[in-house]
């Protein structure tokens, strides 16, 4: 522990004590200097005599009083003017209390009629010095930060939980809990009204912050909240004020549950670092709730892989993308290369990143996977050194609706990239692919199940050639926050008190963050390069047991203090086209392997030729060029058929009979998977 927490320690260990101690020393020092101010300078001695025998009066009187007043129960680093106020009056209380006992003690006839009044005015010096120094010299080094909160009262408003003034209980440490009491005593009308503070740093109780009572720790909030209910305080909801620890791991889950159980809403203020920022209040979102430890970036292990690099990222304009940017950028790569066919997204991103990290080289590059020529000609120009394939369209009902764009980007596109990486002597490559591409039953699947195919095989195939390139794929679920994901439909539908819709009742999925998703892809590349991963490797992170979705949306009502079904309905809507009831990480044909990285598990999987992969997209490209999305989605689902040897095809219920009509018919729809292995030729 560092010497500065030692001795905080230590003097949270003996802070009354000390106090006291030093009262006592305030209550001698100012009769003295009182005297000595009434007979300028020159004390008679009887006066001296009955100041000495009259001093154990003062000084019991005194902390008697002083107790009483609440003075050693407050947090005097953090006070303020109601702290003063009532420092003053235990003053002026001590010192009359004295005089009483005095006068009907001794009669009190060694004191001139003025001293008391000095004393007083003295003795309120010599303890407000005491207390208040650490205060003044905290504001004249950071100064007084001022804080808007037009959000607390349009987040108030947007839910729908209070009409007027919400009671609150506030959790977090003293330093940021007085700042949201600070300035929500300057607002005409604060929207919040604080009940109670919970303590993250001592759980201490008894004590006040800004007149508000600190009521011990979040291990305690049962208890808390079953108090301020007989009080008929009770709070309607919890606000996280976090700095720089912030809450994290248990203690965190611990708040949440809790506050589920006791039908409190849980808001959460900006961090310290954003504390002259204009404070708006979020519901705590699910991603800060993940049931299992998160995976760690190594930043030493990817500081070597990444600096001076030229790095290039595919679909950098969307969820994935823009946070690989992010991260890539903290590495100091020489370029940073950033790849998308949306403009405005591309715009958004190199804008970031150039107002972020002015020292990178970065370069917006408006391209389309899918445009072989152009893929190409990218990579001959810049020749990068890392290339992270973040492009595909992973919109599953979508990409059902529409399979030639899905076959186009996930499949060709990934092909493109791939292949250009190869011609182009790219160190190594990273797809980055999903869950649903094990068993995949949709197209979506289907066509990331395809590029991480080629991907292995391209792999494999630089076996024994050390400068060969590397081709790496990365498995995970479903990217809470990202675009078009569960939890911002959930949010939207709550803020318009619309039912939250559930495909399913018993639908389960695996859950992570886009930063914790984008760790893992570094990580890959990086060890890869550093300590020789196996090649056709794929990376699959250990995401803990599935969650089902309707608890999820059951969670997130109440997390809005709100209560399921009685407040807010769960509708069930059905399976969407494509969708599965749960996913797997693992297909029954690969072999799950443990890794030397926590968190992190390897699949082996049985190898494809690149030969009949290529074979297989040729005849996929020329459908996809007629448009025929019956034909696309045929042979699609038959090489991956023929390479897993899993059930047939089972074509997509609203369109069985015209697929089957459409394969009898079709020109090009011969088996593309000879049973003795050999590729047919095409015609």
């Not at 790569?333 to 804008?351: I, R």
């Not at 195939?461 to 439909?489: D, K």
């Not at 996929?620 to 007629?626: C, G, K, N, S």
Request: charged share 20%.
């Amino acid at each position: 522990m560092p010497v500065a927490g030692e001795l905080r320690a230590l003097f949270r260990k003996w802070r009354t004590p000390t106090y006291m101690a030093y009262d006592s020393w305030a209550i001698a020092t100012s009769l003295g200097i009182a005297l000595i101010l009434r007979m300028n300078g020159a004390v008679p001695e009887h006066m001296v005599d009955g100041a000495l025998h009259s001093l154990p009066i003062f000084i019991l009187v005194g902390l008697v009083t002083f107790h009483w007043s609440g003075l050693y129960n407050r947090i005097w680093r953090l006070a303020s003017l109601p702290d003063l106020i009532r420092l003053v009056e235990a003053a002026i209380l001590a010192i009359t209390a004295t005089m009483i006992v005095l006068m009907l003690s001794q009669g009190q006839r060694w004191m001139p009629t003025s001293v008391p009044f000095i004393q007083c005015l003295v003795l309120i010096s010599l303890l407000s010095a005491g207390r208040l120094w650490r205060r003044v010299l905290r504001n004249m080094t950071r100064g007084l930060n001022r804080i808007n909160l037009p959000g607390m009262r349009d987040n108030a408003r947007r839910s729908d939980i209070a009409v007027s003034q919400q009671r609150a209980l506030i959790v977090g440490h003293p330093e940021y809990v007085e700042t949201i009491l600070r300035h929500l005593e300057m607002l005409p009308t604060p929207p919040y009204l604080p009940v109670g503070i919970l303590d993250l740093d001592s759980g201490e109780a008894h004590l006040r912050l800004r007149g508000v009572p600190m009521l011990g720790g979040v291990e305690a909030i049962d208890h808390v909240v079953s108090h301020l209910t007989a009080r008929n305080q009770r709070p309607t909801c919890i606000i996280l004020a976090t700095g720089p620890e912030d809450v994290v791991g248990p203690q965190k889950l611990k708040l949440v549950t809790a506050a589920q159980t006791l039908n409190l809403s849980v808001l959460r203020a900006p961090p310290a670092t954003e504390i002259n920022k204009p404070l708006d209040l979020q519901l705590i979102n699910l991603a800060d709730l993940l049931d299992r430890p998160q995976t760690q970036l190594d930043a030493q292990i990817v500081h070597r892989a990444i600096k001076g690099q030229r790095v290039l990222i595919t679909g950098a304009g969307g969820s994935i993308g823009r946070e690989l940017a992010r991260q890539v950028a903290v590495f100091e790569p020489s370029e940073l290369l950033l790849l998308d066919c949306g403009e405005f997204n591309l715009y958004s991103v190199e804008m970031e990143i150039r107002e972020n990290y002015p020292a990178i080289s970065c370069h917006a590059l408006l391209c389309s996977v899918r445009q072989r020529q152009h893929v190409m000609a990218v990579f001959a120009e810049w020749k990068p050194h890392f290339v992270f394939h973040a492009a595909a369209l992973k919109h599953v009902p979508l990409v059902e609706t529409n399979v030639c764009a899905g076959v186009q980007t996930n499949v060709l596109g990934t092909c493109n990239v791939a292949d250009a990486a190869k011609r182009h002597g790219v160190r190594a490559m990273v797809q980055v692919s999903t869950d649903k591409a094990v068993n995949p039953v949709g197209v979506m699947g289907a066509t990331k199940r395809l590029g991480e195919l080629y991907c292995q095989a391209l792999d494999l195939e630089g076996a024994g050639n050390p400068g060969a390139p590397r081709f790496m794929t990365v498995r995970f679920g479903n990217v809470l926050g990202s675009s078009g994901s569960l939890i911002p439909l959930f949010q939207r539908q709550l803020e318009s008190r619309s039912p939250l819709t559930v495909t399913h009742p018993e639908i389960t999925r695996f859950f992570m963050t886009v930063h914790e998703a984008v760790q893992l892809i570094l990580h890959s590349t990086a060890r890869a390069m550093e300590y020789g991963l196996k090649r056709g490797r794929i990376i699959v992170l250990d995401m803990g047991e599935p969650v089902k979705i309707i608890d999820i949306a059951r969670r997130m009502i109440r997390l809005a203090g709100l209560a399921p079904e009685r407040d807010v309905p769960i509708k069930i809507v059905g399976l969407r086209p494509g969708e599965k009831l749960y996913e797997e990480l693992f297909d029954e044909r690969e072999r799950q392997l443990p890794s030397d990285l926590t968190g992190v598990f390897e699949a082996e999987p049985v190898p494809v030729p690149p030969a009949r992969l290529q074979a297989g997209f040729e005849q996929l490209e020329r459908a996809v060029l007629a448009h025929d999305q019956v034909e696309v989605r045929h042979l699609l689902f038959e090489m991956l058929d023929a390479v897993t040897r899993e059930a047939p095809l089972q074509p997509h219920p609203l369109d069985k009979e015209n697929c089957l009509t459409a394969i009898k018919k079709s020109p090009i729809a011969k088996p593309i998977w000879p049973q003795d292995g050999a590729v047919r030729q095409m015609q």
